[in-house]
């Protein structure tokens, strides 16, 4: 894939690197905390792929600094690419080739994460090293010289880390043997060259052998950034998740629009109103982990994926703690739980829970009616309506709130739909280039292309 995938780039005119918000999220984190929950959400993919992208960024980046790179936003920049690389990779198959030294075929989970850096991310300019970090060298043609070095120098500290997994005794002879026997087809000499200088100068195999703190080392590296960039990225990491499925795809930003226009009518201030945007924001983020089988399933879970899928919570948790403030985490992680105790994951009562827990419980539930699902299509007004009524008179969600969203059902809906345009815009569009750009591949290797070919995600 040459200069053809390079023509991706002006398949359609480029979008605002992120999408309206009612609120500044700066105010409530900053880029810091918001890398390090992109971290700890793709720790939740898959085991094997535990903190690959931190160690693979500690390796880019001391690579960079041999090669003369000062500190600055360049070096972040890059740092964060590696962190985040793999951002394409959701499917078994896909990952099962991404933890073997000798790749194969990882165009698709190539093609995706340059997708999401390119019209997601505030890096869109990275995008490329994205697309061919999995590209043997000699197929290297036209790129620019950047390109071609970063996307280079991040394969060989990639493929440095994936050798160190599944061989944590590597010693450096053994893997400069196999980096080099490997050059000049798949990996260029200098780059290979470049890691094992910054080895040489930076003890970077024993650091490997050491474990790094990770969100220490998240924040030494990303802390100065902008702070409109927290935006930026907190928008990247809700579609990689919300994108997996063509049914959740605007589900986070209904669920936050209507628990924040729920809160504007209900509590005092702005301020709270937007803790309680922020929370609703975050409140899906550990369905990363739940497998796609479960998410799509067409009918009623059994009590098996019913157990599977109720982690997510406990995963959410666990990606947020530290990253926000307290009550903040509390709203995104109560949004199952029940008044009268029914709920989970803790089976909290109504003296448990806040004003701020209760609103995203019925912003959540009015987002699931209101969309689409593998077992369901969309329910009309009157039908959420009903099925909000009727937990309300179970006990089981706030009064207050129920009563609110039947006044103002109409008034929010409008303000939810006109929030939701261009998130279902932004699917389409990504799953259009995703859609060419199997077709450019099937056309270098002279195939067919896919009939009916979508997103690798639903």
């Known amino acids: 894939m040459t200069s053809a995938v390079q023509d991706a780039g002006g398949l359609v005119e480029a979008l605002p690197p992120h999408l309206d918000h009612p609120v500044r999220l700066g105010d409530y984190l900053g880029t810091s905390e918001v890398a390090i929950m992109i971290q700890r959400a793709l720790n939740g993919v898959d085991p094997r792929l535990v903190d690959h992208g931190l160690r693979v960024g500690m390796l880019l980046d001391a690579m960079l600094e041999t090669a003369g790179w000062p500190q600055g936003k ?22 099962d080739r991404l933890v073997e030294f000798e790749t194969g075929d990882v165009w698709q989970h190539s093609f995706y994460g340059y997708l999401f850096f390119k019209e997601l991310s505030p890096l869109a300019d990275y995008a490329e090293v994205v697309l061919y970090h999995h590209m043997p060298f000699e197929l290297f043609t036209d790129q620019e010289p950047s390109v071609r070095f970063l996307s280079q120098a991040l394969q060989v500290a990639d493929r440095v880390d994936v050798l160190f997994l599944r061989n944590p005794q590597v010693d450096a002879r053994a893997l400069k043997r196999l980096l080099e026997q490997a050059s000049p087809g798949q990996f260029s000499p200098d780059a290979v060259t470049l890691f094992f200088e910054a080895d040489r100068r930076r003890g970077l195999l024993d650091a490997l052998h050491c474990g790094i703190d990770c969100d220490d080392a ?91 899928m109720r982690t997510h919570v406990s995963l959410t948790e666990s990606i947020v703690a530290g990253c926000v403030a307290d009550d903040i985490a509390l709203a995104a992680a109560r949004h199952h739980e029940k008044l009268d105790g029914s709920g989970y994951p803790r089976g909290l009562v109504a003296a448990n829970l806040r004003q701020a827990d209760r609103i995203i419980a019925v912003a959540d539930i009015v987002s699931a009616l209101v969309g689409t699902r593998s077992y369901k299509e969309a329910y009309p007004k009157e039908r959420v309506l009903e099925l909000l009524a009727d937990q309300r008179d179970r006990g089981l969600i706030d009064e207050a709130v129920v009563e609110v969203m039947e006044r103002d059902y109409d008034d929010i809906m409008r303000v939810v739909r006109r929030a939701c345009l261009p998130v279902a815009a932004l699917y389409r569009r990504v799953q259009d280039e995703y859609v060419w750009l199997l077709g450019q591949l099937a056309q270098v290797r002279g195939e067919e292309p896919l009939a009916g070919a979508a997103l690798p995600i639903g």
């Open 218 to 308: 998240v924040r030494r590296a990303v802390d100065a950034a902008e702070p409109e960039a927290a935006a930026a990225f907190l928008d990247m990491l809700v579609h990689v998740i919300d994108f997996r499925s063509r049914h959740t795809v605007t589900h986070t930003v209904t669920t936050a629009w209507v628990a924040y226009e729920l809160a504007r009518r209900l509590m005092t201030g702005e301020g709270e109103a937007g803790r309680v945007y922020c929370g609703a924001l975050l409140h899906d983020l550990g369905k990363i982990g739940i497998p796609l089988d479960i998410l799509e399933k067409p009918g009623r879970l059994d009590e098996g994926e019913m157990a599977v």
């Open 74 to 95: 360049r070096r972040r920049d890059a740092y964060l690419v590696a962190l985040m690389h793999d951002v394409g990779a959701y499917r078994t198959e896909e990952i």
